[in-house]
Protein backbone atom coordinates (compact mmCIF):
# COMPACT_ATOMS: atom_id res chain seq x y z
CA UNK A 1 0.00 0.00 0.00
CA UNK A 2 1.23 3.52 -0.80
CA UNK A 3 1.44 6.40 1.31
CA UNK A 4 -1.62 8.35 -0.31
CA UNK A 5 -3.74 5.01 -0.15
CA UNK A 6 -2.68 4.36 3.64
CA UNK A 7 -3.68 8.15 4.29
CA UNK A 8 -6.41 7.42 2.90
CA UNK A 9 -7.35 4.72 5.33
CA UNK A 10 -6.19 6.48 8.18
CA UNK A 11 -8.60 9.34 7.89
CA UNK A 12 -11.92 6.74 7.19
CA UNK A 13 -10.78 5.15 10.05
CA UNK A 14 -10.41 8.09 12.13
CA UNK A 15 -14.09 9.51 10.93
CA UNK A 16 -15.59 6.09 11.94
CA UNK A 17 -13.82 5.93 15.00
CA UNK A 18 -14.44 9.53 15.74
CA UNK A 19 -17.83 9.66 15.44
CA UNK A 20 -18.81 6.04 16.29
CA UNK A 21 -20.37 5.03 13.06
CA UNK A 22 -21.43 1.46 12.44
CA UNK A 23 -19.61 1.10 9.10
CA UNK A 24 -16.96 -0.69 7.39
CA UNK A 25 -14.46 2.27 6.76
CA UNK A 26 -13.29 0.79 3.64
CA UNK A 27 -17.37 1.34 2.36
CA UNK A 28 -16.73 5.09 2.62
CA UNK A 29 -16.22 6.61 -0.94
CA UNK A 30 -12.95 8.92 -1.46
CA UNK A 31 -15.05 11.60 -3.11
CA UNK A 32 -18.67 11.13 -1.65
CA UNK A 33 -19.27 14.02 0.73
CA UNK A 34 -19.11 14.07 4.28
CA UNK A 35 -21.48 16.33 4.95
CA UNK A 36 -25.42 17.28 4.21
CA UNK A 37 -27.77 15.24 2.60
CA UNK A 38 -27.09 11.01 3.31
CA UNK A 39 -28.45 9.41 0.31
CA UNK A 40 -24.89 10.81 -1.33
CA UNK A 41 -22.36 10.76 1.61
CA UNK A 42 -22.39 10.12 4.83
CA UNK A 43 -24.40 12.98 6.02
CA UNK A 44 -22.71 14.54 8.76
CA UNK A 45 -23.86 17.39 10.42
CA UNK A 46 -22.39 20.41 12.13
CA UNK A 47 -21.16 18.64 15.74
CA UNK A 48 -19.81 15.93 13.30
CA UNK A 49 -17.58 18.50 12.32
CA UNK A 50 -16.45 19.66 15.51
CA UNK A 51 -15.50 15.71 16.68
CA UNK A 52 -13.62 15.48 13.28
CA UNK A 53 -11.62 18.51 14.20
CA UNK A 54 -10.81 16.78 17.51
CA UNK A 55 -9.95 14.26 16.11
CA UNK A 56 -7.30 15.39 13.34
CA UNK A 57 -5.93 17.18 15.74
CA UNK A 58 -5.13 13.85 18.24
CA UNK A 59 -4.31 12.11 14.99
CA UNK A 60 -2.53 14.02 12.62
CA UNK A 61 -1.37 17.17 15.42
CA UNK A 62 -3.10 19.56 13.01
CA UNK A 63 -5.19 22.11 13.78
CA UNK A 64 -8.62 23.36 11.52
CA UNK A 65 -8.45 27.19 12.18
CA UNK A 66 -11.97 28.13 11.59
CA UNK A 67 -15.14 27.46 9.86
CA UNK A 68 -14.24 28.27 6.75
CA UNK A 69 -11.42 25.86 6.30
CA UNK A 70 -13.15 23.31 8.24
CA UNK A 71 -15.86 23.38 5.28
CA UNK A 72 -13.25 23.04 2.79
CA UNK A 73 -11.32 20.12 4.16
CA UNK A 74 -13.59 18.02 5.52
CA UNK A 75 -15.85 18.06 1.95
CA UNK A 76 -14.65 14.73 1.25
CA UNK A 77 -12.28 11.73 2.47
CA UNK A 78 -10.08 13.03 -0.96
CA UNK A 79 -10.52 16.94 0.11
CA UNK A 80 -9.51 16.27 4.06
CA UNK A 81 -6.06 13.89 2.97
CA UNK A 82 -5.01 16.73 0.47
CA UNK A 83 -5.10 19.31 3.59
CA UNK A 84 -3.61 16.98 5.69
CA UNK A 85 -0.80 16.77 3.45
CA UNK A 86 -0.60 20.68 2.96
CA UNK A 87 -0.39 20.87 6.73
CA UNK A 88 2.50 18.45 6.86
CA UNK A 89 4.47 19.83 3.88
CA UNK B 1 -23.40 35.21 30.55
CA UNK B 2 -24.54 36.12 33.99
CA UNK B 3 -27.20 33.40 35.72
CA UNK B 4 -29.69 35.81 35.64
CA UNK B 5 -29.15 35.20 31.45
CA UNK B 6 -29.21 31.23 31.59
CA UNK B 7 -33.08 30.54 29.96
CA UNK B 8 -33.32 27.89 32.43
CA UNK B 9 -35.97 28.07 35.00
CA UNK B 10 -36.44 26.46 38.38
CA UNK B 11 -36.73 23.33 38.58
CA UNK B 12 -34.96 22.74 35.54
CA UNK B 13 -31.97 25.34 36.60
CA UNK B 14 -29.31 23.32 38.17
CA UNK B 15 -26.55 26.35 37.64
CA UNK B 16 -27.47 28.47 41.00
CA UNK B 17 -24.29 29.86 41.86
CA UNK B 18 -21.29 32.67 41.11
CA UNK B 19 -19.81 31.89 37.71
CA UNK B 20 -15.91 32.99 37.69
CA UNK B 21 -13.48 32.82 34.63
CA UNK B 22 -10.47 30.86 35.33
CA UNK B 23 -8.87 31.21 31.82
CA UNK B 24 -9.08 31.60 28.40
CA UNK B 25 -12.54 29.32 27.57
CA UNK B 26 -12.76 28.05 30.95
CA UNK B 27 -14.88 28.70 33.92
CA UNK B 28 -15.89 27.60 37.44
CA UNK B 29 -19.69 27.29 38.52
CA UNK B 30 -21.28 26.25 41.32
CA UNK B 31 -24.79 24.68 42.48
CA UNK B 32 -26.11 23.72 45.12
CA UNK B 33 -28.02 20.46 45.10
CA UNK B 34 -31.64 21.01 46.58
CA UNK B 35 -34.24 18.41 48.11
CA UNK B 36 -36.99 17.84 46.32
CA UNK B 37 -38.30 18.54 42.76
CA UNK B 38 -35.47 18.19 40.83
CA UNK B 39 -34.03 14.92 39.83
CA UNK B 40 -35.40 11.75 41.07
CA UNK B 41 -36.81 10.37 43.76
CA UNK B 42 -35.36 12.64 47.13
CA UNK B 43 -34.06 15.31 45.39
CA UNK B 44 -30.82 13.12 43.97
CA UNK B 45 -29.43 13.81 40.45
CA UNK B 46 -29.49 11.38 38.14
CA UNK B 47 -26.37 10.77 35.65
CA UNK B 48 -28.62 12.94 32.77
CA UNK B 49 -29.19 15.70 34.84
CA UNK B 50 -25.69 15.93 36.04
CA UNK B 51 -25.03 16.02 32.31
CA UNK B 52 -27.58 18.74 32.14
CA UNK B 53 -25.83 20.79 35.19
CA UNK B 54 -22.27 20.32 33.20
CA UNK B 55 -24.69 22.25 30.01
CA UNK B 56 -25.67 24.57 32.12
CA UNK B 57 -22.32 25.57 33.40
CA UNK B 58 -21.10 25.12 29.69
CA UNK B 59 -23.33 27.83 28.14
CA UNK B 60 -22.83 30.01 31.29
CA UNK B 61 -18.98 30.24 30.25
CA UNK B 62 -19.79 30.01 26.30
CA UNK B 63 -22.04 33.28 27.03
CA UNK B 64 -19.29 34.46 28.58
CA UNK B 65 -17.29 34.40 25.21
CA UNK B 66 -17.01 37.61 23.19
CA UNK B 67 -21.06 37.14 21.89
CA UNK B 68 -22.92 38.35 23.89
CA UNK B 69 -26.31 37.93 24.32
CA UNK B 70 -26.28 34.83 21.87
CA UNK B 71 -28.41 31.85 23.48
CA UNK B 72 -27.17 28.12 23.23
CA UNK B 73 -28.74 24.54 23.27
CA UNK B 74 -27.17 21.20 24.46
CA UNK B 75 -26.67 19.36 21.59
CA UNK B 76 -24.79 16.11 23.07
CA UNK B 77 -23.03 14.31 25.68
CA UNK B 78 -19.80 12.11 25.27
CA UNK B 79 -17.46 9.99 28.08
CA UNK B 80 -19.87 10.71 30.96
CA UNK B 81 -19.07 9.12 34.17
CA UNK B 82 -20.56 9.55 37.51
CA UNK B 83 -18.79 8.42 40.36
CA UNK B 84 -21.41 9.55 42.64
CA UNK B 85 -25.07 10.68 42.17
CA UNK B 86 -24.99 13.95 44.05
CA UNK B 87 -27.13 14.36 47.02
CA UNK B 88 -29.67 16.88 48.47
CA UNK B 89 -27.42 19.63 49.97
CA UNK B 90 -24.05 18.96 48.11
CA UNK B 91 -22.12 22.01 47.18
CA UNK B 92 -20.28 21.29 43.91
CA UNK B 93 -18.03 22.56 41.71
CA UNK B 94 -18.17 22.22 37.68
CA UNK B 95 -14.71 23.16 35.82
CA UNK B 96 -15.40 23.67 32.44
CA UNK B 97 -13.06 24.19 29.98
CA UNK B 98 -13.35 24.29 25.97
CA UNK B 99 -11.93 21.00 24.54
CA UNK B 100 -12.38 22.95 21.07
CA UNK B 101 -14.88 24.54 18.23
CA UNK B 102 -15.98 24.63 14.62
CA UNK B 103 -18.83 27.25 13.78
CA UNK B 104 -21.69 27.48 16.21
CA UNK B 105 -20.75 24.20 17.97
CA UNK B 106 -18.28 24.07 21.21
CA UNK B 107 -17.03 20.91 23.45
CA UNK B 108 -16.47 21.36 26.67
CA UNK B 109 -14.69 18.99 29.18
CA UNK B 110 -16.05 19.31 32.30
CA UNK B 111 -15.74 17.69 36.37
CA UNK B 112 -17.61 17.82 39.20
CA UNK B 113 -16.59 18.30 42.24
CA UNK B 114 -18.07 18.12 45.82
CA UNK B 115 -17.05 20.71 48.27
CA UNK B 116 -14.49 18.06 49.67
CA UNK B 117 -13.07 18.15 46.28
CA UNK B 118 -13.63 14.64 45.67
CA UNK B 119 -14.72 13.93 42.16
CA UNK B 120 -18.38 13.30 41.58
CA UNK B 121 -18.67 13.20 37.76
CA UNK B 122 -17.05 13.81 34.50
CA UNK B 123 -17.41 14.14 30.74
CA UNK B 124 -17.78 16.69 27.96
CA UNK B 125 -20.67 18.67 26.89
CA UNK B 126 -21.38 19.86 23.44
CA UNK B 127 -23.30 23.25 23.14
CA UNK B 128 -24.40 25.04 19.84
CA UNK B 129 -24.94 28.39 19.98
CA UNK B 130 -27.88 29.99 18.68
CA UNK B 131 -28.19 33.20 16.46
CA UNK B 132 -29.97 35.71 18.85
CA UNK B 133 -31.14 35.64 22.23
CA UNK B 134 -34.12 34.52 23.61
CA UNK B 135 -36.72 36.48 23.99
CA UNK B 136 -39.08 34.82 26.74
CA UNK B 137 -37.60 32.31 28.99
CA UNK B 138 -37.68 28.61 28.49
Redesign the interface.
Known amino acids: MNARDDLKQRVKSLIVRQLKLEIDPATIRDEAPLFGDASDGLGLDSIDALELVLGMEKEFGIKVQDEEVGVKAFASVDALCDFIRQKAA | MSLEALPHQYPFRFADRTVERTGPGAGRVRAVVSAGGRGVSGGILSGALVGELMAQAALLVAGADPEPGKSGFL ?2 FSDLSLERPPLPGDVLTIDVAV ?9 FDASVRDAGGARVASGSV ?1 V ?1 RGESAPEGRV
Open positions: AGAGRMGPAVKTR
